[in-house]
């Protein structure tokens, strides 16, 4: 199993960003897929996610109307659309599957002005 996160960057307020989540070892509308992210200093804190088969999707509060979380499962890859970013979406954004507890190795997103 392999999950590898692109598309961070440095953006100003307002900006916008697309993660993507390659994954390789299974089939990700199988299973329950989420971003998660860590600001500087802080723990992890969840995102968003979208759950397997029909893809019902969910949100933090915090990102709510500003991301979006969608798949292709033909590309097998996650992707996190994030619009309108603030300064304190800043941090490493992973994608996880929780049923094993899978996760990769992160894309920084650095929101400045």
């Known amino acids: 199993v392999q999950l590898e996160e692109s598309g961070g960057g440095s953006v100003q307020p307002g900006g916008s960003l697309r993660l993507s989540c390659k994954v390789s070892?299974?089939?990700?509308?199988?299973?329950?897929m989420r971003w998660v992210r860590q600001p500087p200093g802080k723990g992890l804190e969840w995102v968003s996610t979208?759950?397997?088969?029909?893809?019902?999707?969910k949100y933090a509060d915090s990102v709510k109307d500003r991301f979006t979380i969608t798949r292709d499962k033909f590309a097998n890859t996650l992707y996190l659309q994030l619009n309108n970013l603030k300064i304190e979406d800043t941090g490493m954004y992973y994608c996880?599957?929780?049923?094993?507890?899978?996760r990769g190795q992160g894309t920084q997103v650095t929101v400045s002005s």
């Open positions: 979208i759950n397997a088969g029909y893809g019902t999707t």
């Open positions: 996880e599957r929780p049923l094993g507890d899978f």
């Open positions: 070892g299974f089939k990700i509308d199988n299973f329950s």
